[in-house]
């Protein structure tokens, strides 16, 4: 059974700075693409970046490229996001996400989640 436990989030001030953290069990991390999706209230989950099982390749929606940064330690099955110059618009429960089939480049919304991680960003 997959495990995804988030850590990390918080409160910040608008320009500031986060890690996330995300620890996965229950199976073979190494080879199963990871990600970060967000909802804030009222409003739908939406992605916010995606890691393949390599780490060759990410992606990111528009609104944190640049700001965001997704990357993985296979060795210790830990996904991160470094979020940067964060507002207002980026206060969510971050969720971490784990694609359910191995060998995938990306993660999309049928795949597993963790329980989430408040992020709170004060102007």
């Known amino acids: 059974q997959v495990q995804l436990v988030e850590s990390g989030g918080g409160l910040v001030q608008a320009g500031g700075s986060l890690r996330l953290s995300c620890a996965a069990s229950g199976r073979s991390f190494s080879r199963s693409a990871m990600g970060w999706f967000r909802q804030a209230p009222g409003k739908e989950r939406e992605f916010v970046a995606t890691?393949?099982?390599?780490?060759?390749?990410?992606s990111y929606a528009d609104s944190v490229k640049g700001r965001f940064t997704i990357s993985r330690d296979n060795a210790r099955n830990t996904v991160s996001l470094q979020m940067n110059s964060l507002t207002t618009e980026d206060a969510a429960v971050y969720y971490c996400?784990?694609?359910?089939?191995?060998?995938?480049?990306?993660?999309?919304?049928?795949?597993?989640w963790g329980q989430g991680t408040q992020v709170t960003v004060s102007s």
């Open positions: 996400s784990e694609a359910r089939e191995p060998n995938r480049f990306t993660v999309t919304l049928n795949d597993y």
């Open positions: 890691i393949s099982w390599t780490a060759h390749i990410t």
